[in-house]
């Protein structure tokens, strides 16, 4: 570019710009590999105050170098550059413009981890860096990244055990649903994009309490081995800055995370409708509305909000453009149950009981009224083996019996008023 003035401006990172900068790497990465250091990483040494830069043109952030330092070392975290301007000499720029602030910091040794085809390769070669392919990376992670674990421990999240999908009996149109719109998308994020499928960022399942809706989001984080922070309005209530403010402050701690299903149950006490603006219902869900953009602009996350009354939920908040979809969990099918008993059952003694005589007579349960009337048979049937010996405890029609029995003695969940509610959603409000 010498001879000529260049379209774009350098100068330091501010805090301001790493909405955009954290849009331009997940959107100008050519590999699917991880670059050696993870995202939350990079933000933790950009708000330390490690050398940054971006380039700007117009109003417009269009490529960041970023830095961490270690004594006379520096290493440069990433390197990226929007699609439309590479090949210009923008990444030669933006490392000359790094190494003189390295330089200023003490530096005097600058090294790069670059996966293999990434951006930036044919800049560091322009900028005499020199690649070094006899040194092999070895990595060990000691507990997941620290500053990220104590967050996640703030936020009372965990990566969920695997099989939790798996443990997920029947149901079977909704799972199919959930992992085709859900998990396949997030789990093959390159292939999404090849075809120009938007991964979700944001979605509301909805349905009469009991029916699955937690297990689901739980589940779904476990297939993704992605962290799991569950929110519970109420528990926001207590923050000193009142519910609005305990919601942004929530939001900026998950922005530290690299991936995470962001779990709301119980979504109406939040963002109910705003029908007197003096609310506090009106304030937070306002909060709220503003928050969701800046998350949907993030790859790697997910918004679940889980909801028995999609119909009391705003309706800006439901908008296309906050949520992708509005799926329903409904009420287990004959075909449903059958699976849920022979869950709880285990294959063993499912198959010597009475099972349609289970499915029949346990229509209206949900899965977790299942869950009860399982385990009030189980403790029955326990105790008679304790009193009477092993003799007929076990014998099948004997079992059948306290099912039936504990069955009788639990009560519905569901009321017929419920079930036509919930087709009524179902028909207004599901957008799949
Ligand atoms: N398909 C299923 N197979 C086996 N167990 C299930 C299934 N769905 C739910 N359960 C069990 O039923 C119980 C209730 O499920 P869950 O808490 O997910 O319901 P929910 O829809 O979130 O309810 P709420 O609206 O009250 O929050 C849980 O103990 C869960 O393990
Ligand atoms: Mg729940």
């Not at 330091?12 to 997940?26: C, F, N």
């Not at 961490?68 to 390197?79: C, D, K, P, Y």
């Not at 030669?92 to 090294?111: H, K, T, Y």
């Not at 070094?132 to 990376?137: A, S, V, W």
Request: charge should be negative; include cysteine; glycine fraction near 8%.
């Amino acid at each position: 570019m010498t001879g000529t003035v260049s379209p774009w401006r350098i100068r330091g990172l501010e805090d301001g710009d790493i909405d955009q900068v954290v849009r331009i790497w997940e959107e100008s990465r050519e590999t699917d590999a991880d670059p050696a250091a993870g995202l939350a990483e990079v933000l933790t040494a950009v708000r330390a105050g490690a050398p940054a830069v971006v380039a700007e043109v117009g109003d417009q952030v269009v490529g960041a170098a970023v830095s961490a330092t270690a004594a006379e070392r520096g290493w440069v975290l990433r390197l990226t550059i929007a699609r439309p301007w590479r090949h210009h000499g923008m990444g030669s720029a933006l490392l000359a413009a790094l190494e003189a602030r390295l330089a200023e910091a003490g530096v005097r040794r600058i090294g790069a981890l670059l996966p293999r085809g990434e951006v930036g390769e044919q800049a560091f070669a322009n900028s005499g860096y020199t690649g070094r392919p006899d040194l092999g990376y070895f990595e060990k992670v000691l507990a997941a990244d620290s500053a990220e674990a104590t967050i996640l421990d703030q936020l009372g999240g965990s990566v969920p055990e695997t099989g939790l999908w798996e443990h997920i009996a029947g149901m079977d149109a909704e799972k199919s649903l959930i992992e085709r719109r859900l998990v396949l998308p997030l789990e093959n994020r390159r292939t999404a994009e090849r075809y120009r499928l938007e991964p979700p960022r944001a979605v509301v399942l909805f349905g009469p309490p009991g029916t699955g809706k937690t297990t689901f989001a739980r589940a779904v984080a476990s297939r993704l081995r992605w962290a799991f922070v569950e929110v519970v309005p109420h528990r926001l209530a207590a923050d000193p800055q009142g519910v609005a403010g305990g919601l942004r402050e929530l939001f900026s701690r998950v922005d530290h995370l690299d991936e995470v299903v962001l779990f709301f149950d119980e979504a109406e006490e939040i963002a109910s409708e705003r029908r007197d603006p003096t609310t506090l219902a009106h304030r937070v869900t306002n909060e709220l509305l503003k928050l969701i953009p800046p998350f949907r602009r993030r790859d790697r996350r997910l918004l679940i909000c889980a909801t028995n009354a999609v119909r009391s939920l705003d309706q800006a908040f439901l908008r296309p453009g906050r949520f992708d979809y509005l799926i329903p969990v409904g009420p287990p099918d004959a075909e449903a149950r059958r699976a849920i008993w022979t869950r709880y059952l285990g294959p063993d003694r499912a198959a010597g009981i009475d099972l349609d005589a289970l499915v029949l007579a346990s229509d209206r349960f949900t899965p977790a009224d299942i869950e009860y009337a399982a385990r009030t048979a189980a403790q029955t049937a326990f105790e008679r083996h304790l009193a009477e010996g092993d003799g007929h405890a076990a014998d099948p029609r004997r079992l059948t019996e306290d099912h039936l029995s504990a069955i009788a003695h639990t009560r519905p969940s569901l009321t017929e008023e419920d079930i036509r509610t919930f087709d009524q959603d179902l028909r207004n409000a599901a957008r799949v």
